[in-house]
């Protein structure tokens, strides 16, 4: 299996649930971060993960958990979530490197998890 | 100014046409830039990096104008199937975190 792959695909829960997205990446990359995307807006940077440290946390509620235990996998843990919390969850992940002295950081996306808080 | 900013559109063009987008930034600092595809209720895929000495690659190229803060996407020969929203992407902070435009939409219609 290659690329980026999240799990589940869709959810569905209630506000007084606890769920947890998973996403795993098999490129050997050593960030990872957590967007959301919610029905014409922009993307929106939730978490980053650089070497499994977690260098950015964007304002994100705390009803958002992340937790990266290697560089290839991220979890997102859920609970108490609101209806305006239904969005499409992306994971992503990226390899820093120097091709002729410039950085570049091409980040690799997961299909998604959508998700519908009820 | 916004860190990152794209006109929505959308751009409605025929088969063929040759059709640009731009993305101004505000960090003047920033090195990398990127060009990214994303369809319908799928996830943006990396289309093409743009260095300063830009970047062809078939019918895109992409080039970098950091006097004025912006980079661009040319598509030459349009199909149906560039029909999607590109965002553009411009790191802010460290270098591996990166801000997203809001995308533009592109319709190619026959």
């Known amino acids: 299996e290659t690329g980026v792959t999240q799990t589940p695909r869709h959810l569905v829960m209630g506000m007084t649930n606890k769920k947890s997205l998973k996403c795993e990446q098999h490129?050997?990359?050593?960030?990872m971060y957590w967007y959301k995307q919610s029905a014409k807006k922009p993307l929106e940077l939730m978490f980053v993960?650089?070497?499994?440290?977690?260098?950015e946390n964007n304002s994100v509620p705390s009803r958002f958990s992340p937790e990266c235990p290697n560089s290839s996998h991220l979890f997102l843990h859920l609970h108490t979530l609101q209806p305006e919390d239904s969005a499409l969850y992306l994971c992503a992940s990226s390899q820093e490197r120097l091709a002729g002295g410039r950085v570049g950081y091409e980040q690799y996306f997961g299909p998604g998890t959508r998700l519908t808080v009820t | 100014r916004k860190e990152v900013e794209q006109d929505p559109g959308p751009f409605n063009v025929p088969e063929g046409a040759t059709v640009a987008f731009n993305c101004t930034y505000s960090n003047s600092a920033s090195q990398s830039f990127f060009w990214y595809r994303q369809d319908c209720r799928k996830e943006p895929k990396l289309l093409m990096s743009v260095y300063s000495s830009g970047n062809e690659d078939g019918r895109f190229t992409a080039q970098l104008n950091r006097a004025s803060q912006y980079i661009s996407l040319l598509i030459r020969d349009s199909k149906l199937s560039d029909s999607a929203t590109y965002l553009c992407v411009v790191p802010s902070g460290g270098s591996y975190i990166p801000t997203f435009g809001r995308g533009t939409s592109l319709i190619v219609h026959p």
């Open positions: 993960y650089n070497f499994k440290e977690q260098t």
């Open positions: 490129l050997g990359h050593n960030a």
